[in-house]
């Protein structure tokens, strides 16, 4: 054991937990009991149906094998593979996330590098940045009066703060000798905003948009409950109204997998532009 690294025995204790974890799930959950001779008003009646109930893990694996081995099927509206659905949600989170990513980093780049202007939006950020964002569907919904576009609204909304909060304060926090330095060597403003100030503040902005993606992903399954349609959101609702819960289990664990992947990725990109001084 000495000789593994530190990663390798965190990854067996993972490995080991997720098994004792498993387990601990099928032993908790009982059997179907066999069902005896039914009268015919029984059967009639669905008496002998089985109940629904919490599925053990072995149930939810072969729903994952039966899934994941044909993910893009198109069977009609309401019967669509597990990958067109993350696929649609996917599609809703990134456009809206671009869309917030275009008008949060630059104008959060200019209040930043302006104390007045910072002191000025302060109030109405503050003020915008606790309403949840499925409180601005119904307006959505009203105003732009499309389900998908009202979505990819909601996930703007959202995406939005974050990353506008974290690139004024990372451009706020540039050191002042570094822009002193520029000064200097006559840089122009534009120059030193894009040689100087945006290099220093990169690890500050990509951990605000590091937080974006995690919330948008989390709004995004909410919002397609409420509009239908397609998503993964949608995928859940719509199994948990054909009380299928091994689909809903299997759909709630893929949800955890895309999430973690997507903060996975600006993991990466934040580890890209972190600076050691």
Same mark, same amino acid.
């Given at each position: 054991?000495?000789?593994?690294?530190? $990663?390798?025995?965190?990854?067996?204790?993972?490995?080991?937990?997720?098994?004792?974890?498993?387990?601990?799930w099928?032993?908790?959950?009982?059997?179907?009991?066999a069902?005896?001779?039914?009268?015919?008003?029984?059967?009639?009646?669905?008496?002998?149906?089985?109940?629904?109930?919490?599925?053990?893990? +072995?149930?939810?694996?072969?729903? %994952?094998?039966?899934?994941?081995?044909n993910?893009?099927y198109?069977?009609?509206?309401?019967?669509?593979?597990?990958?067109?659905?993350?696929?649609?949600?996917?599609?809703?989170?990134l456009?809206?996330?671009?869309?917030? %990513?275009?008008v949060?980093?630059?104008?959060?780049?200019?209040?930043?590098?302006?104390?007045?202007?910072?002191?000025?939006?302060?109030p109405?950020?503050?003020?915008?940045?606790p309403?949840?964002?499925l409180?601005?569907?119904?307006?959505?919904?009203f105003?732009?009066?499309?389900?998908?576009? +009202?979505?990819?609204?909601?996930?703007?909304?959202?995406?939005?703060?974050?990353?506008?909060? $974290?690139?004024?304060?990372?451009?706020?926090?540039?050191?002042?000798?570094?822009? $002193?330095?520029?000064?200097?060597?006559?840089?122009?403003?534009?120059k030193?905003?894009?040689?100087?100030?945006?290099?220093?503040?990169a690890?500050?902005?990509v951990?605000?948009?590091?937080?974006?993606?995690?919330?948008a992903?989390?709004?995004?399954?909410?919002a397609e409950?409420?509009?239908?349609?397609?998503?993964?959101?949608?995928?859940?609702w719509?199994?948990?109204?054909?009380?299928?819960?091994?689909?809903?289990?299997? +759909?709630?664990?893929?949800?955890?997998?895309?999430?973690?992947?997507?903060?996975?990725?600006?993991g990466?990109?934040?580890?890209?532009?972190?600076?050691?001084?």
């Open positions: 054991m000495d000789t593994l690294s530190l $990663n390798q025995r965190a990854a067996l204790l993972s490995v080991f937990m997720l098994v004792v974890g498993l387990l601990i099928e032993a908790a959950i009982p059997g179907q009991k069902v005896g001779e039914l009268t015919e008003y029984e059967r009639l009646t669905g008496g002998g149906a089985p109940k629904a109930g919490v599925p053990p893990p +072995s149930e939810v694996i072969a729903k %994952a094998w039966e899934q994941l081995s993910p893009f198109d069977a009609g509206p309401n019967d669509k593979g597990i990958g067109i659905q993350i696929g649609y949600s996917i599609y809703r989170v456009t809206g996330y671009f869309l917030a %990513a275009l949060a980093v630059p104008f959060g780049f200019l209040i930043g590098m302006s104390q007045v202007a910072y002191k000025a939006f302060n109405f950020i503050q003020v915008l940045r309403i949840s964002p409180a601005w569907m119904p307006l959505a919904l105003i732009i009066g499309d389900s998908e576009a +009202s979505a990819i609204f909601v996930i703007f909304i959202c995406s939005i703060w974050p990353m506008l909060i $974290n690139t004024a304060f990372g451009v706020a926090g540039v050191r002042e000798d570094w822009v $002193n330095v520029a000064r200097t060597h006559e840089l122009s403003p534009i030193t905003a894009f040689t100087v100030i945006l290099p220093a503040a690890p500050t902005i951990t605000g948009m590091r937080i974006s993606i995690g919330i992903w989390l709004v995004i399954v909410a409950m409420l509009v239908g349609g397609t998503g993964i959101g949608y995928y859940v719509n199994e948990w109204n054909n009380l299928d819960l091994t689909s809903v289990v299997f +759909s709630i664990l893929m949800i955890g997998v895309v999430g973690m992947l997507l903060d996975a990725l600006f990466l990109l934040q580890r890209r532009v972190t600076y050691a001084e």
